[in-house]
């Protein structure tokens, strides 16, 4: 240790003994005991020395070492006891050290902290007391002035820290119920704000705040009584008095945003307010006869109702469009308007929760209207049933009872549509048949094939005039070959085929193209070795095959030639069993209504014409169950062959036979005619 290092040093000549070691022990106890409050350095050193290192004590003086070893224990304590801010402790320090060093300063000092710390925690339990009656002000004032005397007093301090805390957490809830309020939730900011308020100074600003609340949230509950009022009573309020309601929630809204009578207010008077639009938007409808958008309407306001606040005006729009509708249902059922007058009284028995005398009218009435449509639909099929057994005149009375039964019912307006179908096509047959007693065949069997499809109770006088017409023209020439699933195909019979222009009206295929009126020539010859051999031969105009121009050309099987600038053909032979060839016309040109024409080999079953379900016949037939041929005789006559035979005309036959002009032969699964053409056509 430096002190006695030091005296050591003063002493060499008696270091290393025993004496002087006693003797410099001796001096430190009494320089200890003489010491008092030791603040010099070396002092402190010294305490220190006998503190942590205690020397052994002197055997004359053994008490008094005692004593001052506890002191300087005591004095080591007391610097860090006087910083840790209990007085009480400090005293007792100084209270033992007084007794030790017999020092009467310690123990004033002492009596004086004594005195200080019991005023300190008397004003402290003072503040307490505040802090508990809400007076925050006065505590912290209390406890300031604790510190102020006495900077290091734990229990002040700790006091005053949590009356601020305290004061920053309610300013933190006083700020959540002020932002409420800039957010108009004045409900939730005044509940906020009551449960900051207690009975302390401080609570007075969350009181005056919570006052200011209450104070809006009366105003927009008055402002809600006084809307209130001014709907109550009033059984036929305008759009505009519904509207300016309305805008006034919508501005008591902006006041007040969480009252829980607003949004139900507000939601009713809306839902009056679109009530009241549709109402009026379905009387303009009723207006016009739009029966079935006010029905619709009607439906709808009954619906809304349970969310109207009262119904009585809307219940009074409704009604105002039911007694409409019953006026507009008697006028629809005396004129036999049934679908009209049913949508009426749809409409009425859907207001009966709110008109229930007018649901029991509604009943009645379209017990009514079912009787009536039940009598038409009888009529109607009297009628239908007169038309089958071909009585034009009695299915015309069933139809005009029917239509005064029902006049805008479907089966009364399909039956009239079908009636005039059949005036129309009667005056057109008589037309037809005045041209054929006349002699013009060619127009009246135009006028025939543009006739609709045939109704059932003129099928069988139309058949038989197509049949007279067709054998008044006979199969004599070329005819017209129909197909149902096959399509059309014009046959021409002979050995020379000239082909030219529709207009010119010579050639035997005309066609309505810009080439000759006779432009080239088709010339079909057989030989012994080389069977049948068709050449095309130039004669008004100019041919070209395959890109040259020739003026006779034998005929190939897949060769194109062109006449003119435009026309192109191609010839075939599409059945290798037969020597009748096809020709298909190409870009758009047709030849009565088709582009393929056959070129039938005459007189001979090897010429015959192949229909079936095959590859190697004329004409495919997909759903065809077996072959069928047609071919002319040696006398001219067409005849049908077929090995499981079929019908003409409803008429069987077996194998073979012949076949008459606009004859209807059923046959291998396949239906066709044949009808006789002439040029020009």
Known sequence: ???????????????????????????????????????????????????????????????????????????????????????????????????????????????????????????????RKHAAAGEFDAARTLLAGVLEDMPMHDEARQERDAIDRSTREREQRLQVARDAARECRLGHAYALALAEVHA?????????????????????????????????????????????????????AKVQSDHEDLPTLRLAIASEVEGTEQAEAAARALDVGNVASVVVAIQQLVARRPSLLVSDRLDARILNLVDRLQQAADRAL???????????????????SVHPAGGDSADRLLASCRERRLRAEQLTAEAEALLAQRDLRGAESRCEAARQMWVDGTCVTKLETALAGLRQQEAALAHVDALTRGGDL????????????????????????????????????????????????????????????????TSDLPILAAIAGKHARI????????????????????????????????????????????????????????????????????????????????????????????QDVHIRVASATAEVELFGTKVGQIRVRCVSGGEIDG??????????????????????VLLPWARGR
């Open 334 to 352: 005396l004129g036999g308007r049934l679908t009209e007058a049913e949508a009426c009284l749809r409409g009425i028995a859907a207001a009966a």
């Open 1 to 127: 240790m430096p002190w006695l290092q030091r005296r050591l040093q003063q002493l060499p000549e008696l270091a290393t003994t025993g004496a002087a070691v006693a003797a410099l022990r001796a001096g430190a106890g009494a320089a200890l005991l003489e010491m008092g409050t030791a603040e010099g350095s070396q002092d402190l050193e010294l305490l220190q020395a006998c503190a942590v290192c205690p020397l052994p004590a002197p055997a004359n003086a053994p008490a008094e070492w005692e004593r001052a070893q506890s002191a300087a224990q005591l004095l080591l304590r007391l610097p860090t006891t006087r910083t840790s801010g209990r007085p009480a402790a400090v005293a007792g320090i100084l209270r033992q050290l007084a007794e030790l060093l017999d020092r009467r300063d310690f123990l004033a000092e002492a009596k004086v902290l004594l005195q200080e710390a019991e005023t300190a925690n008397e004003r402290v339990q003072r503040a």
């Open 442 to 505: 060619s127009t009246a069997h135009a006028a025939l094939d543009a006739m609709p499809p045939t109704p059932p109770m003129l099928r069988t006088r139309i058949y038989d005039m197509k049949r007279s017409l067709a054998q008044a023209q006979g199969l004599e020439g070329s005819f017209l070959l129909r197909v149902d699933e096959g399509g059309e195909f014009v046959v021409l019979r002979g050995e020379s085929i000239t082909i030219g222009n529709l207009r010119d009206g």
């Open 523 to 614: 010339q079909r010859s057989m030989s012994f070795h080389g069977g049948m051999q068709d050449t095309l031969s130039a004669e008004s105009g100019e041919v070209r095959v395959r890109g040259g121009r020739v003026t006779t050309h034998a005929l190939r099987p897949g060769d194109k030639f062109q006449l003119g600038a435009a026309l192109q053909c191609s010839y075939q032979l599409p059945c290798k069993r037969s020597l009748t060839a096809m020709l298909q016309v190409h870009g758009g040109f047709q030849v009565a209504g088709t582009d393929r024409v056959l070129l039938l080999k005459d007189r001979g079953r090897d010429g015959r014409i192949c229909l079936g379900a095959s």
């Open 200 to 252: 302390g100074t401080d609570g007075a600003m969350a009181s005056m705040f919570a006052q200011e609340m209450r104070a809006r949230i009366d105003l927009v509950s008055r402002g809600l009584d006084e809307v209130r009022a001014a709907l109550h009573g009033r059984t036929s309020g305008g759009l505009g008095g519904l509207r300016h309601c309305l805008s006034r929630l919508d501005e008591l």
């Open 651 to 672: 008429v069987p036959f077996r194998d073979e036979h012949p076949v008459d002009a606009g004859a209807t032969v059923r046959a291998g699964g396949m239906s066709f």
